[in-house]
């Protein structure tokens, strides 16, 4: 029966998206100029903020988080001594959290669609905004908007495709993806988001079916690339204009790390299958040495080694050796479906 119903739910959500494309009155959410094609930006149904975002929320202590499931997963932020996790169960019902940890300010973004979560800086020329659910779709994908503006972004092109930022680049905090249980393990001490948003929502059940596991999508997409299974999750790096994605299944269950070339960036791209997480740096530090990496089993959230004997964590801080103290650039990347990314990035290299 609850499956009936998620079913049902879809459905509605697919008929009012068509429906409102048809309408003319629809068609004013898109007018003015965009990046991206106007013929291919779909309303998905529940209209500007019908999803919700959260502002702020409330977190409690892991021992808390009852809701949770290990194999459930998270998107982590680790801010000097600060840990939390945005759980995907929370984010499939809100899709963006606007948060702030001391000075910085940021906004994390998830589709549910597409998979892919990113963390924004919500500081934007100097100005701080929030960021919203427009309603939008393109490409299967969110397209959020900030509050300050009302301009539209691209979730998964990080980037501003209409309105008065339009062309602006989003930059990016470093978040790692990975399960509850991962997570937990390694920062005890994390906080997580309080199921108290304020919203009456069904966080222990995901509202989209079958999706995560189907070979199809709900909305339609401009390119579909077979090549890998389309829910299969991925992580994607990003240099100029080109893009190349890593298979979280294709690394080993302890940690593996590897060293490699995009656009004549060099990057290095640790992760582990069981543990269901890749992170992605550059390789080359401010003062122009560059590293090369091993990865290092059993010392979690220690992934790897460099060539000169120091030690990094998953979020690229060196934490014991002659660089300790040093930070790696981190790598323009994410973690999504494989469908979503190759229909953003055409052609995208595979590992």
Not at 291 to 311: H, I, K, W, Y
Request: hydrophobic share 35%; charged share 20%.
């Amino acid at each position: 029966m609850q499956h009936t119903r998620r079913t049902i739910m879809i459905a509605l959500l697919l008929a009012l998206s068509l429906s409102a494309c048809n309408d003319p009155s629809g068609s004013e959410t898109v007018e003015g100029d965009w990046l991206i094609p106007k013929d291919q930006i779909l309303d998905g149904g529940p209209g500007k903020d019908g999803i919700p975002a959260l502002n702020n929320p409330t977190f409690v202590n892991s021992s808390d988080a009852t809701y949770l499931r290990d194999d459930d997963l998270i998107i982590g932020v680790k801010l000097g001594d600060v840990v939390r996790a945005y759980p995907h169960p929370i984010l499939d019902w809100h899709e963006i959290i606007n948060d702030e940890i001391g000075a910085a300010r940021f906004s994390i973004t998830y589709c549910p669609l597409t998979g892919s979560g990113v963390s924004w800086n919500s500081v934007i020329n100097g100005s701080p905004t929030t960021f919203g659910v427009s309603g939008l779709l393109y490409n299967t994908n969110l397209i959020p908007y900030d509050r300050a503006t009302n301009s539209n972004w691209s979730q998964m092109k990080l980037q501003c495709v209409n309105g008065a930022l339009k062309g602006t680049a989003i930059a990016t905090h470093p978040i790692v993806e990975t399960t509850w249980r991962t997570w937990k393990q390694m920062y005890p001490q994390t906080t997580v988001v309080s199921r108290n948003t304020g919203y009456s929502r069904s966080y222990g059940t995901y509202p989209y079916g079958d999706y995560r596991t189907s070979n199809s999508t709900i909305f339609p997409i401009s390119n579909r690339d077979d090549r890998l299974p389309m829910k299969e999750r991925v992580h994607g790096v990003i240099v100029g204009e080109k893009s190349r994605v890593y298979r979280i299944a294709t690394f080993p269950d302890s940690i593996g790390t590897i060293n490699d070339v995009l656009n004549g960036t060099s990057i290095v791209v640790a992760g582990s299958r069981s543990q269901n997480f890749v992170v992605a740096f550059e390789r080359r530090l401010a003062d122009g040495t560059e590293l090369t990496f091993s990865q290092v089993v059993g010392a979690l959230p220690v992934v790897m080694q460099d060539n000169e004997g120091t030690r990094w964590d998953l979020f690229g801080n060196a934490v014991q050796g002659p660089r300790a103290g040093t930070t790696l650039k981190p790598a323009r990347s994410y973690t999504a479906y494989w469908f979503a990314w190759g229909t953003f990035f055409p052609g995208v290299e595979i590992h």
